[in-house]
C-alpha cells in the first residue's frame, strides 16, 4: 500500500515539475530518542504531500553485582534495547489566512517497523537461587493518523509548526523468551515462541522546522 502511494506521489510530481515548492523538515521530540525527516512538497497553493522517515531508540543498562556482606541484597544486571522506523506518507489540504500563517490537515499514513530486546539476571545471596529471563521481539504494521497543523512562517523559505495527530496502529508481532532458575535443591527453565496482534491507538504532538528551496 505504502509503495503504491509513493509512485503516485512520484507521478503527480512529474506532472508539477515547474510548479511545485519543496523542502525538509525535522521534528523536535524532547521525551525520546528519536527524530523525524520531512519531505514537504506542495503540488498547489492549496494541497501538500509529506513522505517522512522516522527513527526511535532507546536503550537502558543497570549492574547491581556488588552488595554489603552485612545486607541481603540481590546481585544482579538487567538490559533493555528497543528500536523502531517509521517510513510514510502524509496528504494535507492547507489553508492561508494571513501572509504568515496556515492550517492543515489531512492523513498520515505509515509503515511500521521496530525490535525489542530484554535480558535480566539475578542472585540472591540468601537462598543462593539465580534466576535469568531473555526476551526477544519483532513487529511491523500500519499506521493511519489523522492530522492538523498550524505552521508560522518567519520568512518565505523557513517555518515553524506545531501538529497534533491522533494514531491508530495495526501491529503484529512474534518473538521468542526464555527463563530458568536453580540452586542447591531446585532447578527450572522453560522456553517459547509467540506471535499475534496489537491495536494501538493515541495522541500525538510535534514542533516541526521546515526549510524550503
Known amino acids: 500500500m505504502i509503495k503504491s502511494l509513493c509512485l503516485l506521489v512520484v507521478a503527480l510530481l512529474a ?9 525538509l523538515g525535522m521534528s523536535l521530540k524532547f521525551d525520546t530518542d528519536g ?6 512538497v506542495d503540488l498547489t497553493d ?4 509529506e513522505p517522512m522517515v522516522e527513527f526511535n531508540a532507546d536503550s537502558y543498562e543497570y549492574d547491581n553485582n556488588e552488595y554489603e556482606d552485612d545486607i541481603n541484597l540481590e546481585k544482579g544486571d538487567e538490559t533493555r534495547e528497543s528500536s523502531e522506523y517509521l517510513l510514510g506518507i502524509g496528504f494535507f489540504m492547507k489553508h492561508k489566512y494571513q501572509e504568515n500563517y496556515s492550517l492543515y490537515y489531512g492523513l498520515r499514513l505509515g509503515y511500521i517497523s521496530g525490535m525489542y530486546e ?8 540468601e537462598s543462593g537461587t539465580i534466576s535469568t529471563f531473555k ?15 498550524f505552521e508560522y512562517y518567519i520568512f ?17 508481532a512474534e518473538g521468542e523468551f ?22 494501538e491507538s ?11 528551496f
Not at 15 to 23: D, E, F, R
Open 15 to 23: 506532472t508539477n515539475l515547474w510548479s511545485i515548492t519543496t523542502g
Open 202 to 212: 493515541g495522541t500525538k504532538t510535534k514542533f516541526i522546522v521546515r526549510f524550503y
Open 156 to 172: 518565505d523559505k523557513l517555518s515553524l509548526c506545531g501538529e497534533a495527530a491522533y494514531y491508530y496502529d495495526i501491529i503484529d
Open 135 to 149: 526476551r526477544e521481539e519483532s513487529y511491523s504494521g500500519l499506521e493511519i493518523a489523522p492530522s492538523i497543523g
Open 35 to 40: 527524530n523525524t525527516l520531512y519531505i514537504p
Open 118 to 125: 530484554y535480558e535480566d539476571n539475578e542472585e540472591d545471596p
Open 178 to 199: 526464555a527463563q530458568t532458575y536453580h540452586n542447591d535443591t531446585y532447578s527450572y527453565s522453560e522456553s517459547g515462541d509467540y506471535k499475534g496482534s496489537i491495536n
Open 46 to 49: 492549496n494541497f501538500r504531500v
